[in-house]
């Protein structure tokens, strides 16, 4: 049986071209965030690994395994879609200004930065993102071929509906409590507390991004099903 870098070889290619990526605008710029979208992207492809040991102990009847495979899945998922969160990175970089020229100036007096270091760190968080998206959607509609293999289409659709939410939580957790994945397990008293402080912003952005995985698994699929 092939191993899962055997089988996804081209993948784990794409995240060392990224990894070096992130390398060499480390040394140009020092920005450490290089060093944590390394970080970030390996976490997201996690999940991918994960469902695919869950397919090998499902084909071994080995449930116990399969089961602790699907429970890491689920608790690594989250990571998968969290580097959206991370184009706040930009949002102090000066893309563009007013000229002196005023509103009335060709193109409206609007000038376009010429910094290449801050287009290309938007590109870099573009191409982690995008990278990360695509490797978690796959392993969400592996999880749905298990689920409907196993019961049928509407409980396969009841659990994306579930992962959805839960992915949104899992997000909300990371980006504005500050926990980890593991932290559900070696701290779960402490995010409890946590979670259970949430305002009514929490529950707007859960919500929202919730909407917005959904969405994006629901495109994917579309495309996975032509």
Partial sequence: MKTFIEKHKILVLFMLAYWGVCLVMLFKSMDFLYAVLSWNVLLAILPLFFINQAVTTIGQKKISWTVFWILLWLFFFPNSVY????????????????????????????????????????LVIAMGFFYSIVVGLESVYIFEQIVRKKYSRKIGYANILSIGLLTGIGVYIGRFLRFNSWDVVFNPLQVLQQVAQVDRFAIQFIIAFSGFVLFCYMLYRSFKEK
């Fill in 83 to 122: 580097l959206v969160t991370d184009f706040i990175h930009i949002a102090n970089e000066k893309f563009r200004w007013v000229s002196n020229a005023g509103p009335y100036a060709p193109g409206g007096g609007i000038v376009y930065s010429q910094d290449i270091f801050i287009w290309t760190k938007l």
